[in-house]
């Protein structure tokens, strides 16, 4: 009997030692095809980022920091400081090239199953605000997507079970924008349960630290834009931007920014700082520094002192810029701008940040939108209703709370005799020039002031508004272009056939590898795909 008792312990034993190592195993060697949960507080953070720039194991820089380096070509925020490059051309992506592509990257693989997995657990935890969080960001996500992209996948994303996709209208993806924008709002709302401004601002650190009436501001602001880049449209509704707008972010208090650790890490850093070295060849263009300077025609003769924020200066103290695809052509030595870390012209790189100013220093926030965008948006749905007493004051606010913005928050490695006060800014404001009376307030005015206080973060919403006005239109029975002065590249790329740039196509390594019917039938494997004028701009 003794004998059996120790055979059956010794078999017990057995067995608990195996299902002990079984258990291990199958922790450290978890199934990959299986879904892993994971606390939501961990999955937002990463999530975030995709509005500026991520990086994963599986790639990087997805987000809109990345297309803006390009996209900030079409609109002349800046260009290379040399010659033949296609985007300075207006060109698009080529060949088996992945540029273009990280805000598509950044919606369907960064934010993609990620959002999903905190709304349905988010959901089953009854953290609303998580739930709400995660709709706002999605809703941001489909906007800016269509706006780069125009038709894209919308029925049928984020479904594994399939292999090909069908592209859907960018109508509709407007109409999601909205009921996704309503859903974030919904859940922003409530309140009790699982809802925690201290638990939110573990996943939320670094944009607004948990602060749901901030998230809100957001929503509402994305909604705004959703209607105010319809302007085009017989069905364009002032009444609803303005309502939204309203709603949104109208303190900088407010602003939707996102922060930086700062580490030693790179992707701790911005973007667009010297450590991540990813503007190194940019400079400023002709266009910008004219309209800072006072050489361009509609401004002529101001000299803005948010140039020394914006832009960089030349050995002389003045302020110049490049024309695209010109390199130094036209620009003698001594005219040339410093780069944006305050190396010379032909300088790609920096020791460090000390010289750099504004969204291209390491620690900057960088701004994803602002209380001054909103206001712009209100000025132009104001001056569009027929309302230009109360469109002068929404254009006043937008130019005020640009430069308090700056003044608050880059003065860094501003040279003190050269920084915003209120002084400065009172006599800028005063000009008849930039703020004239109210009956002759134009378009022009208000579009020309939003593009400088959206410049360098906000390279994006400023080409869809380019866009609106086919970058260079009139207002009726106002002489010259709303965007005075501005000169599309003379040497387009040679796929554009002598046409403007409208869209970046699809992402390669996504897309042209496996859904090419779908492409085929909406015309993306055209050489001039990219110059195909997108729904929300045409009339």
């Given amino acids: 009997m003794k004998n059996k008792i120790n055979c059956i312990l010794t078999f017990l034993t057995l067995s608990t030692i195996a299902l002990s190592c079984h258990k291990k195993i199958d922790e450290v060697h978890l199934n990959p095809n299986a879904s892993v949960r994971v606390p939501i507080e961990q999955i937002l953070p990463g999530v975030i980022t995709n509005m500026h720039a991520n990086s994963s194991a599986a790639g990087g820089g997805y987000g809109t920091a990345n297309d803006g380096l390009y996209i900030g070509r079409y609109?002349?925020?800046?260009?290379?400081?040399?010659?033949?490059?296609?985007?300075?051309r207006m060109g698009g992506a080529t060949g088996g090239s992945d540029l273009l592509g990280n805000v598509w990257g950044a919606?369907?693989?960064g934010m993609g199953q990620n959002l999903n997995r905190i709304i349905e657990w988010g959901t089953e935890e009854k953290k609303w605000d998580?739930?709400?969080?995660a709709y706002a960001i999605r809703a941001f996500s489909w906007l800016t997507l269509t706006n780069v992209h125009g038709e894209v996948i919308l029925k049928e994303a984020f479904n594994p079970s399939q292999r090909v996709?069908?592209?859907?209208e960018q109508k509709e993806v407007y109409e999601e924008v909205r009921r996704v924008g309503k859903l974030a709002i919904e859940n922003l709302n409530k309140t009790g349960e699982g809802v925690s401004k201290e638990n939110l601002a573990k996943g939320d650190k670094y944009f607004y630290n948990g602060d749901v009436e901030k998230w809100k501001k957001f929503v509402y602001s994305v909604l705004a834009r959703s209607y105010n880049q319809l302007s085009n449209k017989a069905d364009y509704k002032p009444d609803s931007v303005l309502f939204?707008?309203?709603l949104g972010i109208n303190s900088n208090a407010n602003n939707a920014t996102m922060k930086f650790e700062n580490s030693g890490i790179s992707g701790t850093k911005n973007f667009y700082g010297p450590t991540r070295g990813n503007a190194g060849a940019l400079r400023q263009t002709a266009f910008i520094a004219d309209l800072l300077s006072g050489a361009n025609s509609r401004f002529m003769g101001v000299a803005d002192p948010r140039a020394i924020y914006l832009i960089r200066e030349n050995t002389k103290g003045t302020f110049r810029g490049v024309r695209p695809n010109k390199g130094t052509d036209g620009l003698a030595v001594d005219d040339r701008p410093q780069n944006f870390w305050g190396g010379s012209f032909l300088t790609t790189t920096a020791a460090n940040d000390a010289n750099a100013r504004y969204i291209f220093k390491d620690a900057a926030p960088f701004p994803i939108i602002t209380a001054s965008e909103v206001q712009f948006m209100k000025a132009e749905a104001q001056y569009r209703k027929?309302?230009?007493?109360?469109?002068?004051?929404?254009?006043?606010?937008?130019?005020?709370?640009n430069f308090d913005l700056l003044s608050a928050e880059y003065n860094a490695s501003v040279p003190a005799d050269k920084q915003i006060t209120s002084a400065n800014k009172a006599t800028f404001l005063a000009n008849p020039i930039v703020v004239p009376v109210a009956n002759r307030l134009t378009l022009s005015h208000i579009m020309l002031q939003k593009y400088i206080a959206l410049y360098g973060y906000a390279p994006i919403e400023t080409w869809v508004d380019m866009r609106r006005f086919h970058y260079i239109d009139s207002e009726t029975g106002v002489p010259g272009q709303v965007y005075a002065d501005f000169i599309p590249p003379s040497d387009l790329f040679s796929d554009n056939n002598q046409k403007l740039v409208?869209?970046?196509?699809?992402?390669?390594?996504s897309e042209y590898l496996y859904n090419v019917p779908e492409l085929t039938r909406i015309g993306a494997l055209e050489l001039d795909y990219h110059t195909k004028e997108q729904w929300f701009s045409q009339k």
Avoid at 165 to 168: C, E, K, L
Avoid at 386 to 401: D, F, P, Q, R, W
């Fill in 75 to 88: 609109v002349q925020f800046w260009a290379t400081n040399t010659t033949n490059n296609q985007f300075d």
């Fill in 107 to 109: 919606h369907y693989y």
């Fill in 130 to 133: 998580y739930v709400g969080v």
């Fill in 165 to 168: 996709f069908a592209y859907d």
């Fill in 244 to 246: 939204y707008a309203n």
């Fill in 386 to 401: 027929g309302n230009k007493t109360e469109a002068l004051e929404a254009y006043k606010n937008g130019i005020s709370l």
């Fill in 502 to 509: 409208y869209r970046a196509r699809p992402r390669y390594n």
